[in-house]
Nanobody, 121 residues
Framework: QVQLVESGGGLVQPGGSLRLSCAAS????????MGWYRQAPGKERELVAT???????SYADSVKGRFTISRDNAKNTVYLQMNSLRPEDTAVYYC???????????????WGQGTQVTVSS
């Protein structure tokens, strides 16, 4: 089985920073695209940022210039550095990844359990 485990969420004041991590574990042959989504209370889940195994990253307009997504393929981990945080960034943040497991022909899309980020004074 494969698991994605997020960490790094918490309470931060407006203008502050947080760094989220998401580590994949299990029977992993290769990880393709990885990304971060978020869901605020009463709203739909929305894309925050994505990063391919190799290539260019992409960001939601609302976080461009403030958030940075990166990954460490050797550690099967994706990160989200969040700077200049705003109250509207408050949400549960989820990571996801397309993971090809040993013995399978196609990758499977996995989600983490989510980590709460609260931006408030």
């Amino acid at each position: 089985q494969v698991q994605l485990v997020e960490s790094g969420g918490g309470l931060v004041q407006p203008g502050g920073s947080l760094r989220l991590s998401c580590a994949a574990s299990g029977s992993i042959f290769r990880i393709g695209d990885m990304g971060w989504y978020r869901q605020a209370p009463g709203k739909e889940r929305e894309l925050v940022a994505t990063i391919p195994r190799r290539g260019s990253t992409s960001y939601a307009d609302s976080v461009k210039g403030r958030f940075t997504i990166s990954r460490d393929n050797a550690k099967n981990t994706v990160y989200l550095q969040m700077n200049s945080l705003r109250p509207e960034d408050t949400a549960v943040y989820y990571c996801n990844a397309d993971i090809l497991q040993y013995g399978l022909d196609q990758p499977v899309h996995y989600w983490g359990q989510g980590t709460q980020v609260t931006v408030s004074s």
